[in-house]
């Protein structure tokens, strides 16, 4: 019997249901990947993944983080000033500056905060019967994010979740953005742009307020402040890269834990095991599925040359799932060795992820006041359902009720 030809298309219901059978045929077959009806490529093993998130010389930033964009091969517009698409010596500037707003104490002082956010949505919910992420993971993290900005408004926070959700929506086979993804953009800019002249007239103690007086450092060694785009723009990233992603991280936990009750177990008799957890939920089935880049030059990988301009997919989830990494890859498995290799669902080298710390604290207490709300629960497997976006994969959907 011959094979089925082994296609991996990000746009795809396939991809959306999580393509890790791909992934693995892909890390066999074809390590050097070439779409040919999309004209990517993207690479699937660890030790070609992981160099390449470090090599930003090779795999640049600049041209965009999807397919989309990348292959425009344009620096979009704008995006000079967000600091996910700046490559060094201008991101090297960004990032320390932000580092200096974003310091530990500064995550650890939002604690009781988080605490308080979780518990409010939590105690809303009919134990009878809720969406997970709908009632609960969707709406707490944007709630972190926006508060820490410095917008302590639950119905503005969840407009802004509503914003992003529309601006990463995908139909299957839809690359491009389409208009209502557009228009959400330019309402989550003017918002911020607005938010941000507000601050500059009255200052508050708020990561607006701080980033408002931070010194940038250029190239040419003089400093100077962030300006209202480079803020704002900040503020729109944070939303994308912050909210969605613990969303999804909170919501597949949810559901891992209902297809493996022995590591739920696990937790509730040990709570000191939810860090690890959450590291194996990021390992296992990560929010982030891929980054594109663009290649610099022409690479030379197994045999396969990429040519200088082309969109590179970087598949962390596929890396994070490969058996020469990790032993018993498909397994969950919490109290995994997790020393084996990079985990590489927070990203790699100069990118990686500068929400990280607050990341793991939002996921670790939602997880901790789940233990407690419902030791045992159930899944309406029937009506959940995933989201269709580019770049990220989890549930839109996932109706539980808890047991007595
Ligand atoms: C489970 C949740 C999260 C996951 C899985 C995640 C994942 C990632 C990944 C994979 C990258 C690297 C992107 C690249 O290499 O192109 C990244 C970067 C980033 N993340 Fe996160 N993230 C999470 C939560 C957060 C939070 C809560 C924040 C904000 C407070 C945040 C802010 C950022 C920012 C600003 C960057 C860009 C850093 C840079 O370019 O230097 N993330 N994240």
Known sequence: MTKAKLVFDPFSEEFFNGAFETYR????????????????????????????????????????????????????????????????????????LLNKVFTPRAIQSQKESVTEKIDKYLSRVDPEGFDV??????????????????????????????????????????IAQGEKAMQANIETAMFYLDLVQKRRANPRDDLFTKLIEAELEREDGSKTKLDDVEIAS???????????????????AVVLFAKHPDQWQKL????????????????????????????????HLHGTTIPEGNPVFLIGASANRDPEA?????????????????????GYGVHSCLGAALARMESAIALEKLLDFMPRYEVDWDNCRRVQMQNVAGWHNIPVKVLK
Do not use: C
């Open 326 to 346: 990790w032993t018993a890859a498909d397994t969950f498995d919490i109290d995994r060795d997790r020393t084996e290799a990079q985990n590489i669902g927070f």
């Open 133 to 174: 992420v709908q009632e609960f993971s969707g709406p707490f993290p944007v709630e972190v994010i926006t508060s820490m900005v410095g917008v302590h408004d639950e119905e503005v926070a969840q407009q802004i979740r509503h914003w992003i959700d529309v601006s990463l929506t995908r139909e299957p086979g839809q």
């Open 234 to 252: 900040f503020a729109t990233l944070l939303g994308a890269a912050g909210a969605e992603t613990v969303t999804k991280l909170v919501g597949t």
């Open 25 to 96: 045929r892909m890390r066999e077959e074809t390590p050097v990947y070439h779409s040919e009806e999309h004209d990517f490529y993207a690479l699937t093993r660890h030790a070609d993944v992981a160099p390449a998130f470090k090599d930003f010389e090779t795999y640049s930033s600049r041209y965009g983080l999807d397919l989309a964009t990348v292959s425009t091969g344009e620096v979009p517009a704008g995006g000079e000033n967000m600091i996910i698409l700046m490559d060094p010596p201008e991101h090297r500037n960004m990032r320390s």
């Open 268 to 299: 509730l008799d040990d709570r000191s095991k939810i860090p690890a957890a959450v590291e194996e939920i990021l390992r296992y089935e990560g929010p982030v599925q891929y980054n594109v880049r663009r290649s610099m030059r022409d690479i």
